[in-house]
């Protein structure tokens, strides 16, 4: 089992990337082509406490997207949250030609600044490693502009005006970032579409395999299986269908409950049970929310005898 080394200071990034020392001890741009990953951590997973933001090109290997796999000769962002455990596996000799840029900012740089909470807000910084971004030249331009201009301010001595202008570029850069995404879980409809036929057989095979104990199906669990995280399954079936995971399944179970209780005689209680409710009354508020009607009540509209 790879070891999990834990990194609290940016310099120590730069020291197991064999780089200088960073010149501001909060926030750092690195160039991708100058990393060299020293021998004793190539196979170490890693835990940053501070943001990680890359995009690189030409990197040996392949990164998973949903249930697809696809090259790193574009380019590719990441974003990684602090505390978050991540690994990749490398080949044996680096790309001569790898390229593009690393940001790291460590949290404190947001003190006394909004963007200290909002950043929270950017759910793509909980997206696993391999639900990468993919930019276009364009895309990657615009990203590219935004270094540049905290990579000046950077450079100079940071001073209030200074910081205050470098956040002002990060905040940007996340916007852009969202909206790439966005348009990612568009254009890749294809993979989207097949990823809900997939998650309505799962759902399928969820009460035709289990037991009513094991409960109601959670994102999590649907997630697992369809090789993403539960954030990003939940952020693309938004974009595709205009709901949540969670608001999917629960359309799912009450579809199901419908069913069951149009043409069996199973009691409202057996039916929560079998649907994998712990409590027949949560069963029935959720019912009633969606339906406007109780259970009892919609059976009455098919037997109303």
């Not at 790879?2 to 310099?11: F, N, V, Y």
């Not at 600044?113 to 759910?123: F, M, Q, T």
């Amino acid at each position: 089992m790879a070891s999990i080394q834990r990194l609290k200071t940016i310099s120590e990034f730069h020291r197991t990337r064999g780089l200088t020392p960073p010149e501001h001890p909060l926030i750092s741009i690195v160039n991708y082509a100058e990393v060299q990953m020293l021998p004793e951590y190539n196979n170490c997973q890693w835990v940053f406490d501070f943001y990680f933001i890359s995009l690189k090109k030409n990197i040996a290997g392949k990164i998973r997207y949903g249930q697809q796999s696809y090259d790193f000769d574009e380019g590719v962002m990441f974003f990684i949250g602090p505390g978050q455990v991540f690994g990749l596996e490398r080949p044996t000799e680096a790309p001569s030609n790898k390229s593009g840029w690393m940001l790291l900012i460590h949290p404190d740089f947001f003190w006394n600044n909004s963007l200290a909470k909002e950043i929270k807000k950017y759910e793509y910084f909980g997206y696993a490693i391999h639900e990468a971004l993919f930019v276009s030249k364009k895309e990657e331009d615009t990203m590219m502009g935004i270094i540049k201009t905290i990579e000046q301010e950077y450079h100079s001595n940071i001073d209030k005006f200074s910081q205050r202008i470098i956040i002002s570029q990060i905040e940007t850069l996340l916007n852009y970032s969202e909206r790439f995404y966005n348009r990612q879980f568009i254009t890749r409809q294809r993979a989207g579409h097949q990823l809900l036929d997939k998650l309505e057989e799962l759902f399928v095979a969820y009460f035709k395999d289990t037991e009513p104990s094991n409960g109601l199906p959670t994102v999590q669990y649907f997630a697992d299986r369809l090789n993403v995280s539960p954030k990003y399954l939940s952020n693309m079936l938004k974009a595709l269908t205009g709901q949540t995971a969670q608001q999917l399944i629960h359309e799912q179970l009450i579809e199901l409950a419908k069913q069951k209780l149009s043409i069996t005689t199973l009691t409202v209680s057996e039916i929560a049970y079998e649907l994998g409710f712990e409590h027949s009354q949560s069963f029935s508020k959720l019912f009633k929310s969606k339906t406007n009607l109780s259970p009892l009540e919609f059976r009455k509209s098919f037997h109303p005898n």
